[in-house]
């Protein structure tokens, strides 16, 4: 029997913190800041992608795409109830995903960003990634580290 697919998301102007944190863990979630609620409620129905609100207006309405009520303020509670929810796991997608724009990250050759990266890193790494669509660079350093951290933090790996 194949695997579920993962997960995809849609996360409204409320929950934009935890869109990125999702990103990172490596979910593909479209955040849509400045969308009203009823596009946003009609766009996850038609993406087929899991509404994350804390809109109460969306609780007693009927015709409702799958969505999750999100009851924290602040992210880290936010991200560990959608991972406990969902029973979300961290996997080796994690890092995979750009956290601006969603799209998946791609290797890159490291000659092609020695212009745009900083010196040192440029010394001291070998790997790098990079998004086509908004172009920014990735690579695994001490911000990964801390991510991970902050992960074991929250109580997520």
């Not at 609780?59 to 880290?76: E, G, S, T, W």
């Not at 929810?85 to 724009?101: A, G």
């Not at 000659?111 to 172009?135: D, G, L, N």
Request: charged share 25%.
């Amino acid at each position: 029997m194949p695997a579920e697919p993962p997960p995809r998301f849609l996360a409204d102007r409320m929950v934009g913190t935890l869109a990125k944190w999702l990103r990172l863990l490596g979910y593909d979630t479209v955040y849509m800041p400045e969308v009203s609620p009823a596009s946003v409620k009609s766009e996850a129905r038609r993406q087929g992608r899991i509404l994350l609100t804390r809109r109460t207006c969306f609780l007693n309405q009927k015709d409702m795409p799958p969505f999750v009520f999100i009851r924290a303020d602040r992210f880290r509670e936010q991200l560990k109830q959608v991972c406990i929810d969902l029973q979300l796991t961290v996997s080796s997608s994690l890092l995979r995903r750009c956290s601006v724009c969603n799209q998946e990250l791609e290797t890159i050759d490291r000659e092609r960003v020695q212009a745009r990266v900083p010196a040192y890193v440029w010394r001291t790494q070998s790997t790098f990634f990079h998004c086509r669509k908004c172009q920014r660079v990735y690579w695994n350093a001490t911000h990964r580290e801390r991510i991970i951290e902050e992960l074991r933090h929250i109580g997520i790996v």
